[in-house]
C-alpha cells in the first residue's frame, strides 16, 4: 500500500532532519580534544556550585543539564542570565564553575555574568561553535561545537546546535558521573519519586514506611493450625520457625495443595515445608528483590534479620504499590 503524497513527503522531511543531525553528531566527535578532560578535571575540583548558563534554546539545554548533573552527584543549579544581571549574580561565588551554552558566544545577555565572573576569578567552561567570541576568549576551558549546518530549511531556528550541545554536555555529565564513582544506590537517593526511584530503595526504607505482615507458625503444630494460619494471612504462604523463633522453612499455598492426600492430618509442617527457603535482607534493593523473584520464579519471600523473620515481601504488593 503506497503512503499519500503528503504523508511521503512528511516522512521524508523528517529523514532529512534526523541525517542533518547525525552529521551534526559525526563533526562534533572530530571536536572532542585535551580540554573536554580539563572541563571534568575542573568540575569535580570545584568546592561550590556548578552553575549552568545559557539563554534561549541553549538556556533550555542548559536546565536539563543542571538537573542531570544535580541528579548524578555534581551540585549544580541553572542561572537564568537576565535574572543574573538584575541581582542573582549573587549565587556565583569564588568556589564556583560556571558552565555556559552559547552557540555563537556573543549572546548578549551573557555579557554580565561573564564580566562578573571574570572580575570574581571565576573559571568558565565555555560551550560555543566560536571560541573567538566574548564568551570563547573569556573563558578558562572552551568546548568547541562543530560549525555544521542547522536542520532548519532557513538555517537559523536551533536544531543541530542544540543536538550537540545536549550530546557534549550529555558525556560531561556521564564521565564526571563514571569518575565520582557515582552510585545507583546514591541514584535512587536523589529519586525517590517515580518507579526507577521506588525500585532503588532498599528494603530497610520499604520497611520503615509500612508494617508488612509476617505470618508465621511453630513447626511443631498441627496441620489443621497450617491451613488456618496460610488461608488468615491472605499472603499466600507461611513462615515455619523454631521455639526461638529462627525461620526453619516456608510453606506455601501451593505446598499445601500438594500435600492434600489422605494422611495429610497425620503430616507435621517440616513434611512440607521448603527448608531454608530463600530470604531477603534489609540492604537488598527492591530491584535486586523483583530480579531474584524473577529469576527464581518465585512470588514472595521472608525478610530474615538474625536468623528471624521480621516481614514478607510478595510481588502482588509490588505491583500495586507501583515498584514494577
Known amino acids: ?104 558566544g556573543e549572546s548578549r545577555e551573557l555579557r554580565d555574568v561573564i564580566h562578573y565572573a571574570s572580575k570574581m576569578g571565576v573559571n568558565i567552561i565555555g560551550v560555543t561553535k566560536n571560541s573567538t567570541s566574548t564568551l570563547g576568549k573569556s573563558a578558562t576551558l572552551v568546548l568547541r561545537l562543530p560549525p555544521a549546518p542547522e536542520a532548519c530549511p532557513n538555517g537559523l531556528a536551533p536544531t543541530t546546535s542544540t543536538t550537540n550541545s545536549l550530546a557534549l554536555a550529555d558525556a560531561l555529565v556521564v564521565t564526571v558521573m563514571t569518575e565520582r564513582g557515582f ?67 516456608l510453606i506455601t499455598d501451593g505446598d499445601l495443595r500438594r500435600a492434600l492426600t489422605q494422611d495429610i492430618f497425620n503430616k507435621q509442617p517440616a513434611d512440607i515445608m521448603t527448608a531454608d527457603p530463600i530470604s531477603l535482607t534489609r540492604d537488598m534493593t527492591i530491584r535486586r528483590v523483583v530480579d531474584l523473584f524473577t529469576d527464581k520464579r518465585i512470588s514472595n519471600a521472608f525478610i530474615v534479620e538474625d536468623g528471624k523473620s521480621i516481614g514478607l515481601i510478595d510481588m502482588k504488593t509490588l505491583l500495586e504499590e507501583g515498584y514494577i
Not at 534561549?56 to 548533573?69: L, T
Request: hydrophobic fraction near 40%; charged fraction near 20%.
Open 183 to 249: 552510585t545507583r544506590e546514591e541514584f535512587g537517593q536523589r529519586h525517590p519519586g517515580g518507579k526507577i526511584g521506588l525500585q532503588l530503595k532498599t528494603i530497610g526504607e520499604w520497611l520503615e514506611i509500612r508494617s508488612r505482615p509476617n505470618p508465621k507458625i511453630l513447626h511443631s503444630v498441627s496441620m489443621s493450625e497450617v491451613i488456618i494460619a496460610i488461608t488468615e494471612s491472605r499472603m499466600g504462604c507461611v513462615a515455619v520457625v523454631d521455639e526461638t523463633d529462627k525461620l526453619m522453612g
Open 1 to 104: 500500500m503506497s503512503l499519500q503524497p503528503s504523508h511521503a513527503a512528511r516522512i521524508d522531511s523528517a529523514k532529512e532532519v534526523i541525517r542533518a543531525e547525525q552529521a551534526g553528531l559525526a563533526a562534533l566527535l572530530e571536536t572532542i580534544d585535551e580540554n573536554f578532560s580539563k572541563s571534568v578535571d575542573l568540575i569535580l575540583q570545584t568546592q561550590g556550585y556548578l552553575i549552568v548558563v545559557g539563554v534561549g534554546k541553549s538556556g533550555h539545554i542548559g536546565q536539563k543539564i543542571a538537573a542531570s548533573f544535580a541528579s548524578t552527584g555534581t551540585p549544580a543549579f541553572f542561572m537564568h542570565p537576565t535574572e543574573a544581571s538584575h541581582g542573582d549574580l549573587g549565587m556565583v561565588s569564588a568556589d564556583s564553575t560556571l558552565l555556559i551554552f552559547s552557540s555563537s
